[in-house]
């Protein structure tokens, strides 16, 4: 028989007591997870609140749609203008479409939102960036008495600009990290 390894002489082991031979020695207790359980945190609220933003945002971008009535009720402006019209309310209807379907995911923590609400924003800003380059500056030229290639580079530049932070601000559940954000994705059938 070994001598007790752990024995400060304190103790002595009575005799009736049976030592297991070293082949059996077995481990007891129980695991700390067990003890001590971890909790998770509960979801984060970042994409609902942005889902909600997005779906008031393509809610009021729908009102687009409309643009071509302008030209007729009006009664100006001819085959460019309704061109015109007819492209922004195409760009309405996308932004639309994609703001509130993709606000809607996003209020159930799907990640394809954030994927369908940045792909309307390129698709929308490419739309407003061909009818700035059909012509229609919105009337900036004639107020700040530039001319019209002045014009359509600060209307480009701010149309980048908007791009940028509309993107970001649609990302910001996936920059956060945040809890509960599933997996899916709006180009995983692509692959």
């Known amino acids: 028989m070994q001598p007790d390894p752990w024995d400060d002489g304190n103790y002595s082991m009575p005799q009736s ?20 359980p971890i909790y998770l945190p509960p979801p984060s609220s970042t ?15 729908g009102l687009g749609v409309l643009s071509p009535l302008e030209p007729i009720l009006t009664g100006d402006g001819g085959t460019l203008a ?11 209807l996308v932004s639309a479409g994609t703001g509130i379907l993709g ?21 929308s800003s490419a739309l407003t960036f061909l009818t700035y380059s059909i012509g229609d500056d919105g009337g900036l030229g004639e107020s700040l008495q530039i001319d019209e290639s002045t014009a359509f580079g600060i209307l480009s530049v701010t149309l980048g600009i908007i791009t940028v932070v509309c993107g970001l601000v649609a990302a910001i559940p996936i920059l956060t990290s945040s809890a509960g954000l599933d997996r899916s994705s709006l180009f995983s059938r692509l692959k």
């Open 47 to 61: 994409p609902k609140i942005i889902g909600i933003l997005f779906i008031i945002y393509g809610l009021i971008s």
């Open 17 to 36: 007591e049976q030592q297991f031979p070293q082949a059996q020695q077995y481990l007891a207790g129980t695991p700390q997870a067990m003890e001590y």
């Open 103 to 123: 606000g809607y995911w996003l209020t159930n923590y799907q990640r394809r939102g954030v994927h369908l609400i940045v792909v309307g924003i390129l698709i």
């Open 82 to 92: 309704f061109q015109i019209a007819m492209i922004t309310a195409v760009s309405s």
